[in-house]
């Protein structure tokens, strides 16, 4: 009887301690006519200064190469995986769809006029930039590329297309140069005629999309770009 009595006792407890402290957690708020509320609005457009209303689709590298654990899933950053991964892409009629390789496609030094231009080991089993282009097309896909900003250093005595002037005219030796490249001295003559070279040597190979950007370290403590 007194086994009962005190287990009746300590459930009863623990009944008081748990309407207690449900009490206490509780906070009054006030109703929500009462509270202030800030009006809510989405962004929205109907079609962009490019002509798109909808935002791109496809797949791009970088999901895949900024993951150590894709190692052991067996993808490699080549053109025979760009295939592979692109190739289960789901298409609908009516969209545009992109298989876009990040960083990393290109070779350390630019062709005769200092523009990108594929890493040959990269496209062993294509052969070529144009050429896997082609086979996305035929996929019924359009190709997109990512640039890292500036121009390779190593080509800084190279003639820009359809000019006299030197890739090191207009390249900014002020900051630090980082992944073989330098930044531009975007005052200087040469540095829009550049990228225009760039850009028509990517679309005669196909080439939808260039992807550029990076984002720059102004502290001058830190002692470098990023």
Not at 15 to 37: D, K, W
């Amino acid at each position: 009887m007194k086994f009962h009595f005190c287990m009746i006792c300590l459930l009863r407890f623990i009944v008081l301690i748990s309407e207690a402290s449900r009490s206490q957690s509780f906070v009054t708020r006030p109703e929500p006519s009462a509270r202030q509320t800030k009006p809510f609005s989405v962004p929205t457009y109907n079609v962009s200064a490019g002509g798109f209303s909808s935002a791109a689709r496809g797949w791009n590298s970088w999901g895949l190469q900024a993951n150590p654990l894709t190692n052991y899933a067996g993808f490699v950053f080549n053109d025979y995986h760009f295939l592979q991964q692109c190739g289960l892409i789901v298409t609908t009629p009516g969209y545009d769809y992109y298989c876009s390789i990040d960083s990393g496609w290109s070779a350390d030094q630019g062709d005769e006029y200092g523009r990108f231009v594929e890493d040959k080991s990269i496209f062993s089993t294509t052969g070529s930039l144009a050429n896997f282009s082609d086979q996305i097309h035929g996929m019924g896909m359009k190709v997109g590329i990512y640039l890292l900003p500036g121009a390779f250093e190593v080509d800084a005595g190279t003639t820009i297309e359809n000019t006299t002037l030197k890739i090191g005219d207009i390249l900014d030796y002020e900051t630090p140069s980082y992944f073989s490249r330098r930044a531009f001295n975007w005052s200087a003559d040469g540095v829009q005629q550049w990228h225009d070279s760039v850009i028509k040597h990517l679309a005669s190979l196909s080439v939808t999309i260039g992807k550029c950007y990076t984002t720059q370290n102004t502290d001058p403590q830190l002692g470098a770009s990023t």
